[in-house]
């Protein structure tokens, strides 16, 4: 592949004050516009940068770009059908694409998760879900079941319902009470325990029982839904233990609970497989998509229900609406014709089987870096990996941000950073020799800020 984009180069008259109106969102706003990161185009595993580097993709962008960047049959696929129709309302009314993309993903995922509804982020995807879970329980006449189980180290997007189900301290404490009726089980990530794993710890399917004890503590009668991430993706990279989720699948259906996965990182083939539950053969009762579905071209979310769910809401006269939820962009055509372009992509690949098949290559390079000054857990799954650093004196966090910062400036390479955990999560597409690159970059990186 050539990568010879057509580039506008920055104008250079632009001084920092012209970035003061842009109020970036997850971002140290005020050092990023001292020297700012900026990247002017893309093409398969690299960025662009107004100078002219080639910067390495070691993050999929934001765990979204599965399929690379700027590949022609999406690009395509967009460019056609913003000529054909813009958009097209899905309240009451909808287009051919909208019925093709939910039929695709149905047939994807496992089991009887066979209906789609369209939202357009991961986080309304997760607010989405337990709405969803919410409703349902309404619909069966069960409307005590109101209290909704997240997980410490949880992430799962930045809506109310997100954050309060979410288990990340800082999402959560400028925010006020959040939801109430909330309560977590305890991440199941203990370093002494599970230090440097590949995959699946041996260590951890037990802390599941814990879902006993807040039955115990609240009684099933009361509790909608829990939901979990399969590998906690931004918290960083925390694999389940073995046998954990089968554990909280066993114990939701004991106690009359339903099981939410939140894919939005695992799924289309992060893990070798299209989502998490195949790979670890539970089944969900609502699973939440985003990122990959588009390979981030186009935003765009959802959720998959199950038949059971679904059916619950077709009940009473029919020209009466099931479920008073939905969003002005739901189902987008641009959105949708990007989807299942992607989804071509992924299929005529062979990207999901192919990720299966670096994962022990991947794994290699990366626990490689075991030994470095400061490295204090690695950790792999998939083509998903951790690094923990020893935090700086000034505190925790500092150590990782300057590692994201160095490895763009100095090592043209991209990375994501969780306080001091650097995740490597690159596109499908990366080659082995690209793995190589991609961790002898970041090594280097961790010694620069050793």
């Given at each position: 592949m050539t990568f010879q984009p057509t580039i506008h180069p920055l104008d250079a008259s632009l001084a920092p004050n012209d970035l003061a109106a842009f109020w970036m969102p997850f971002s140290a706003n005020r050092s990023f516009k001292q020297r700012p990161r900026l990247v002017v185009g893309a093409e398969g595993m690299h960025y662009l940068t107004g100078e002219g580097r080639r910067v390495i993709d070691g993050a999929a962008g934001l765990w979204c770009?599965?399929?690379?960047h700027c590949r022609e049959p999406i690009v395509k696929a967009i460019q056609g059908?913003?000529?054909?129709?813009?958009?097209?309302?899905?309240?009451?009314?909808?287009?051919?694409?909208?019925?093709?993309?939910?039929?695709?993903?149905?047939?994807?995922?496992p089991g009887d998760l066979d209906h789609v509804f369209f939202a357009n982020s991961g986080s309304e995807a997760v607010d989405?879900?337990?709405?969803?879970?919410?409703?349902?329980?309404?619909?069966?006449?069960?409307?005590?079941k109101t209290r909704l189980i997240g997980r410490e180290r949880g992430y799962h997007g930045v809506g109310f319902g997100g954050i309060s189900v979410g288990g990340i301290v800082t999402n959560r404490k400028a925010f006020g009470t959040l939801l109430?009726?909330?309560?977590?089980?305890?991440?199941?990530?203990?370093?002494?325990?599970?230090?440097?794993s590949r995959g699946e710890p041996d260590w951890g399917a037990h802390l599941a029982d814990e879902l006993e004890r807040i039955v115990a503590l609240h009684d099933a009668s009361?509790?909608?839904?829990?939901?979990?991430?399969?590998?906690?993706?931004?918290?960083?990279?925390l694999p389940p233990p073995k046998g954990y989720l089968q554990r909280l699948r066993a114990i939701c259906d004991k106690h009359d609970i339903l099981l939410i996965f939140d894919e939005v990182i695992t799924g289309f083939g992060r893990l070798g497989t299209a989502f998490a539950?195949?790979?670890y053969g539970v089944v969900p009762d609502l699973m939440t998509f985003a990122k990959g579905v588009t390979s981030g071209t186009a935003p765009m979310g959802g959720v998959i229900a199950r038949a059971p769910i679904h059916d619950a809401f077709m009940q009473g006269p029919e020209h009466t609406i099931e479920l008073f939820h939905g969003y002005t962009y739901s189902a987008h055509p641009l959105a949708c014709a990007a989807g299942l372009a992607t989804l071509d992509v992924y299929r005529d690949e062979g990207l999901f089987g192919r990720a299966a098949e670096l994962e022990a290559a991947f794994a290699d390079a990366v626990h490689g870096l075991k030994g470095l000054s400061n490295v204090l857990d690695i950790r792999t799954v998939g083509l998903a990996a951790g690094v923990d650093l020893a935090p700086k004196a000034e505190g925790p966090g500092r150590r990782g941000y300057d590692a994201m910062v160095a490895a763009f400036h100095d090592h043209d390479m991209m990375l994501r950073v969780a306080g001091d955990t650097l995740a490597l999560s690159p596109p499908l597409i990366v080659t082995e020799g690209q793995i190589?690159?991609?961790?002898?970059?970041l090594g280097k990186t961790i010694q620069a800020v050793a």
């Open positions: 770009c599965n399929a690379g059908q913003a000529a054909r129709l813009d958009y097209a309302p899905s309240f009451q009314f909808s287009h051919p694409e909208a019925f093709t993309l939910a039929a695709r993903l149905a047939a994807l995922a989405t879900a337990l709405k969803i879970a919410l409703a349902y329980w309404q619909a069966r006449g069960r409307g005590s109430t009726g909330v309560d977590h089980l305890p991440h199941t990530y203990d370093r002494d325990r599970q230090a440097f009361t509790i909608a839904a829990v939901i979990v991430e399969p590998v906690a993706g931004s918290t960083g990279v539950a195949e790979r190589g690159e991609l961790v002898e970059k």
